[in-house]
């Protein structure tokens, strides 16, 4: 049987080369096309079940990676499925990507205010679908948001949610990043096939090697945490995914389309980063906002399933404005979660704590209880100090070092304060120490003056040692980024704050200055200062449990006789920040019920820009009737919409109206109201020089008439921004 079977094979192949050798051979040419076109179909055939098995290995690691977060610092057992906790975030289309130089809890106030606008919402799965411009696809995102406000989270659960293959299946490769592991490589070179390869090791199978035939996207993490040097404007190009080269000069060519252009990418920061991406790379800018409302409500729930505990909560955070408006961060939600669950469990009947100083001591109190230690004044809150003072909110061993902090005993901070102080670990990179929020840096740094003070009578903040001039230097900060210190530390001079730090320091002083003094003299300060610059001044009152001049307007408001022509500068400010904390009073804002006046304009604009809807006909009758020496204008994100606009546009018309400056970003305008505008623009008498109008719906029409304005001899304006490319003046 064998030989039967030898002797059939021969015979066969005998007859395959008889048939090759023949003159007819040619016309068995169509067979040897057909074998080959088989092969080529198997080849592809093998390719694609390559790129889906890798897809596979891809998908399983990013589950793996994402599946669990941890609430606070990651450690062993502590882990909680995100599905699970996940709270839908408020994230909104629009934005700039300019420098935001406010603090990051004035940004949180304002976003607090607008959270219940008629905005364009977008869910974290639908981040590249929904394009600002009609028919022009998405393949850059911006999206910038405070810290602790979730964008990590955020674009986990995007990942996880492509993993799990619930959402995004028209992609076929996610590729997330963290400025932190990439800014460890910033001395070695790598080809963008290779650094996708350094991460993802699952990928060197891939058969294709440069992806260039797949949808990707590359999610890039923390742009704000970047030590590389991205510079756009003096790198090479670069379009071979192959060529190897430095880190920073990969990102910036991927980011300028240079290097896969199909190639989607995702890029999270807070505010103050955003402008290292030019404005001509980004293709959409989003917004992270936190939590809205009943978000926060969401989550409280969430997080307690006793609904009377979740209640009781949820009650007392409404009663404090403070509390209130940091919880629409979540990392703010699980402090506070932690705090109140940890009092309402050990000490039933206790106040439960309403300023931000008494919840961060109570916070620290509770860390240092679970690990049985006392809190050791020195390192921990000196590095955070001094840091702060450079502007540093992410530390590696470097910066330690340069701090004096020995590095084995950074180590033993993060594992005694494990829910302030962590150590990240992260593939391929170096160890890096970051605070679980600003905010906490804030604390920290303000306990070590605080400490520092009593105990050596030295000031941390000024070679003179009083309170006061440590107002002054906080108000002297361009950026405000000493505001929250400054309330923290106004705070812990609280004889009851003092007490509550008693059980957790080794020693504690009395502070010299009494807080009757500190209250009188920022009382005495706000009357040359702005109503916008005082804001931060009443907060400091709050934590000083001084309510004296806010309580006295509140009572002339109530009974319906608020003198406006006579109030002083201080009052006009706690006039202000009572009507930045009410958000009836923010539906519908009509300056006429308080005056309208050129000084009510002035002193009003914070609350004239944090409105939904600011009644303009009274903005008109301030700019036609009298002078006004009204310089700058924002009305960003208010509801003002055309009917607002016409008599805004007449008033710029006038000749007693100087406004140089007018910000209309999000306002939604169309194509309606740029008649009246375009006329403004056009006449001899308008002073007005810069023009924001991003986020609008301006349509075509609507961008003809401005165009056409802008030629007029007459019109003044320098800077005109929109997302229209013709009307790009800057």
Known sequence: MLEENIFSFVKNELKT?????????????????????????????????????????????????????????????????????????????????????????????TASRKSDRPETTIRQEDIFKISPVKDKPIRTVLTSGVAGIGKTVLTQKFTL????????????????????????????????????????????????????????????????????????????????????????????????????PSARIW?????????????????????????????????????????????????????????????HIPVFCWITATVLEDVLKTREGEQLPKTLTEMYIHFLVVQAKVNNVKYEEGSLGKMAFDQLQKGNLIFYESDLIE????????????????????????????????????????????????LTFINSGVNLLREQQTTSLAVDKALKSPKGHLDLLLRFLLGLSLQTNQTLLQGLLRQTGSSSQTNQETAQYI?????????????????????????????EIQKSLSSGRLPTEKLSPSQWSALVFILLSSEKELEVFDLKKYS??????????????ASNRALCETLSSVFSSQPSGLRELDLSNN??????????????????????????????????????????????????????????????????????ALESPHCKIESLRSEYSQLMLV
């Open 639 to 708: 509801n003002l919409k055309d009917s607002g606009l016409k008599p805004l546009s007449d008033g710029l018309q006038s000749l007693h109206c100087k406004l140089e400056t007018l910000r209309l970003s999000g306002c939604l305008v169309t194509e309606k109201g740029c008649a009246p505008l375009a006329s403004a623009l056009r006449s001899n008498s308008s002073h007005l020089r810069k023009l924001e109008l991003s986020n609008n719906n301006l349509k075509d029409f609507g961008v003809q008439q401005l165009s056409m």
């Open 596 to 609: 309208a006046s050129d000084e009510a304009l002035v002193n009003l604009l914070p609350v004239i820009k």
């Open 267 to 327: 890029i999270t920061t807070r505010p103050a980063a955003a402008s290292q991406i030019p404005p001509d790379c980004v293709d959409m800018v989003t917004e992270v906002r936190g939590f809205t409302d009943p978000q926060k409500e969401e989550y409280f729930r969430k997080r307690f399933r006793d609904e009377e505990k979740s209640n009781r909560i949820i009650s007392h955070i409404k009663t404090s404005r403070s509390l209130h408006i940091m919880c």
């Open 403 to 450: 701090c004096g902090i020995n590095i084995t005993a950074a180590s033993v901070y993060s594992g005694v304060f494990t829910q302030i102080f962590k150590e990240e670990r992260g593939l391929y990179q170096d160890k890096v120490f970051c605070f679980i929020h600003l905010s906490v840096q804030e604390f920290l740094a303000a306990l070590h003056v605080h």
């Open 161 to 260: 949610d492509w993993a799990e293959d619930k959402s995004n299946q028209d992609i076929q490769f996610m590729f997330p990043f963290t400025f932190r592991e990439l800014n460890v490589l910033k001395e070695k070179k790598f080809s963008l096939v290779e650094l996708v390869h350094h991460f993802f090791t699952e990928t060197k199978e891939e058969e294709s090697g440069s992806f260039e035939d797949f949808q990707v996207v590359f999610i890039f993490d923390g742009l704000d945490e970047c030590r590389l040097p991205l510079d756009f404007h003096k790198t090479e190009t670069l379009t071979d995914v192959t060529e190897s080269t430095s880190v920073d000069v990969l990102l910036i060519n991927l980011i300028r389309r240079n290097l896969l």
């Open 523 to 551: 009382k005495k300060i706000s009357e040359n200062l702005s109503a916008e610059k005082s804001i931060n001044l009443f907060h400091c009152l709050n934590e000083l449990n001084d309510h004296s001049l806010v309580e």
């Open 17 to 109: 080369i008889q048939n090759i050798l023949s003159p007819g051979y040619p016309k068995n040419a169509e067979n040897l096309k057909e074998n080959e076109e088989v092969l080529e179909s198997d080849k592809e055939e093998r390719k694609r079940i390559q790129t889906a098995k890798c897809q596979r290995q891809v998908k399983a690691n990013l589950k793996n990676r994402f599946q669990c977060v941890f609430e606070g610092i990651a450690k062993a057992g502590n882990a909680t499925l995100l599905n699970q906790i996940y709270t839908e975030l408020y994230i909104t289309e629009g934005g700039t990507a300019q420098v935001n130089n406010e603090h990051e809890v004035r940004q949180i106030e």
